[in-house]
């Protein structure tokens, strides 16, 4: 008989480290944190504000830290609620928010609102 062929040899075929391994098992640990990123909240109450409330106009100017005439462009962002699972809300909410208002056509120049 052949070496490799019969059943002889069969035991051979699989030595020490030479077969297949399992790998071991790795620990889970999930990707999101158990809580929510900070400004959720705020974010989340904002959402049912309308965008010419004084409240949300507060929201826009002293949260998201942006001009209250980029008030539609925020209140969009917050619509499209990507925020919800990025993991900086507020910068997810500004860039959406720049997005969108040039798309409106309302895009303050790099001097409004610093």
Known sequence: MKPGKGSRFAANKFAAN??????PTKEYVP????????????????????QDSPEFLAFVRDVVNMPPEMAPGVAEAIRMQKWKIAPNPLAAIRTAAHQEAKRMGIEPGPSAGR
């Not at 030479?18 to 790998?23: D, F």
């Not at 990707?31 to 309308?50: M, V």
């Open 18 to 23: 030479r077969g297949p391994t399992i790998p």
């Open 31 to 50: 990707a999101r944190r158990g809580q929510r990123p900070p400004f959720h909240a705020e974010i989340e109450a904002a959402s049912g504000l309308a």
